[in-house]
Each structure stands twice: as C-alpha cells, then as structure tokens.
C-alpha cells in the first residue's frame, strides 16, 4: 500500500503507527519501545505486542511479547504504560533482535503462562 491510511478517532490507530511508540513503566521510566503487533488471524484482535527491550545503540536488544491486554495508552507521555518494571522484563520470554525466531503455540503458552494472562494456545 503505498498510500498511509489517516484515522481520526481516539480509540484507532493505524499499525504502522504503533511501531516505534514508547512503552513506559507506572514508574515513568521508559523500558523500550514497540516494534510489532500480533494479530490473532480469525478474530482479527491484537493479542501481543513486541517491545524493543535492553542493548545500546541497537546492538543487543531483545525482543519481549507482551500481552496487548497489559499495555494502556497514556495520552500525557503519547505512549503505552505497563505495569512492569526493568526486573521482570529481565526474566521475561524474549527472542535475540538478530537471530531467526519461530513463535510455537508452546512460546505462546509461556510468554502467556509468565505474564499470568488467558491462553490462546490450547
């Protein structure tokens, strides 16, 4: 699509337009920033969001799905917040930025599981 689609709502945004937003924690620290979103293909519903998290200038990040469910956009920072601190992402499932990954139903189970959200993959 060569043309970008402009929504004018509060409650839509264009996915293109997710990329590259912050995420901040309660705490107002900013922990990363948004590289994708998964979209569940038979419901047509976000279901994770993937966070740019950790490294230097791009080299060494991590990737960390997060339940799109856990972030809450925050008009005052024009960014999500979630309710997570550095710790916890840390630990959480994440992929290398620069190797091949595969999401499984079993990764799903466990960034789910981690998370303590409901599971898609049953």
Not at 26 to 42: M, N, S
């Amino acid at each position: 699509m060569s043309e970008t689609i402009r929504v004018n709502a509060e409650t839509l945004i264009a996915a293109e337009r997710v990329n590259g937003t912050d995420v901040y924690n309660a705490a107002g620290e900013r922990l990363g920033v948004l590289d994708d979103i998964l979209i569940d293909r038979v419901s047509g519903r976000a279901v994770y969001a993937v966070m740019s998290f950790g490294g230097f200038l791009g080299m060494g990040e991590s990737h960390h799905p997060i339940p799109w469910a856990m972030l809450k956009y925050d008009p005052a920072v024009k960014g999500y917040r979630v309710n997570l601190d550095k710790q916890q992402l840390h630990a959480a499932p994440h992929f290398d930025k620069d190797t091949d990954f595969t999401w499984t139903p079993d990764y799903g189970r466990r960034v789910d599981s981690y998370y303590r959200m409901p599971t898609l993959w049953e």
